[in-house]
């Protein structure tokens, strides 16, 4: 219970700063005393819903806000154009290029990436993994390989599957074709949220 106390304490601090109010100001607009808000900000005071209720009331907050976690402000990934990063994939011997985009550095059960696959390309490997997949053509075209269906993408064409149908990508009409690929790993996903 400890932590849920710090954490209601440290977050009506947090945003009645964040609103410019004083310990007064919110005394005033909840009819509480300024003593009482001091104690539930320093956790020495644990509010009952009403007063809690009335509170988030005053800052304008939901009374669920007290009770969420916490987000990390720096949970974030920025991959600007000239420091492109590209990484290796079993698909790499198969003529695939592929670009890592930015991602959430805490949430490793989603890629994000931009895969160029060249006119000389004509490796039909059929590719077979655990998750799902979203792929959009932004340039360029090509035939996706479904199984023993055969599907013809062009820029601004999208597709989404279940990555263990065996599948491929080969580009059409001698062009360049440019991918963006979402990879969602289901299973690792599955486990995280098992064990935590």
């Not at 939901?62 to 990934?77: A, C, G, S, V």
């Not at 059409?172 to 990879?183: E, F, G, K």
Request: glycine share 6%; net charge negative; hydrophobic share 40%.
């Amino acid at each position: 219970m400890q932590d849920t106390e710090v954490k209601i304490g440290e977050r009506v601090r947090k945003i009645r700063n964040e609103r410019g109010l004083t310990l007064q100001d919110v005394a005033n607009f909840t009819g509480f005393s300024k003593a009482l808000i001091s104690q539930i900000e320093n956790n020495i005071v644990m509010p009952p819903i009403n007063t809690l209720s009335k509170i988030a009331k005053v800052l304008n907050v939901k009374m669920t806000y007290f009770f969420e976690e916490e987000i990390n402000q720096k949970d974030y990934y920025v991959v600007k154009k000239d420091q492109k990063k590209f990484i290796f994939r079993e698909g790499v011997k198969h003529g695939y290029m592929y670009e890592e985009l930015a991602k959430v550095k805490s949430f490793d059960y989603l890629d994000l990436l931009l895969v160029t696959i060249k006119p000389d390309k004509r490796d039909e490997k059929l590719f077979s993994h655990e998750g799902y997949e979203y792929m959009f053509v932004v340039e360029g075209g090509m035939s996706m390989k479904m199984g023993n269906d055969v599907i013809d993408l062009y820029a601004g064409d999208s597709i989404a599957f279940n990555s263990k149908i065996p599948h491929a990508a080969v580009p059409l009409d001698d062009q360049t074709a440019l991918v963006l690929c979402a990879h969602l790993k289901v299973e690792a996903l599955r486990e995280f949220l098992q064990n935590n």
